[in-house]
């Protein structure tokens, strides 16, 4: 995870890849803090122990190539 220009951005072996909180943006109060600039990061942090995490099952769906069709 890392924080440039108010925006935060995930990486894929932060725990927050799966955590419902990120899906939803605000709830994450990490990811709140950073965006708001109520905390700052001096680094890349990983997050991988967040006592915030809450388990999110991702369901992606395959949705046809418009393009082909036409
Ligand atoms: S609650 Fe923790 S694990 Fe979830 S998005 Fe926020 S920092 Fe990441």
């Given at each position: ?8 951005y ?5 725990q927050c ?24 990061m ?6 991988t122990?967040?006592?915030f ?6 369901h992606?769906?395959?949705v046809?190539d ?5």
């Open positions: 995870m890392y924080c440039d220009r108010g925006k935060v995930i990486e894929e072996d932060d890849i799966d955590c419902e909180n990120f899906t939803k943006h605000v709830d994450c109060p990490l990811i709140q803090a950073l965006a708001l600039g109520y905390v700052y001096d680094d890349i942090l990983n997050v122990n967040c006592n995490y809450k388990h999110y099952e991702r992606l769906k395959l046809k418009l393009k082909k069709e036409d």
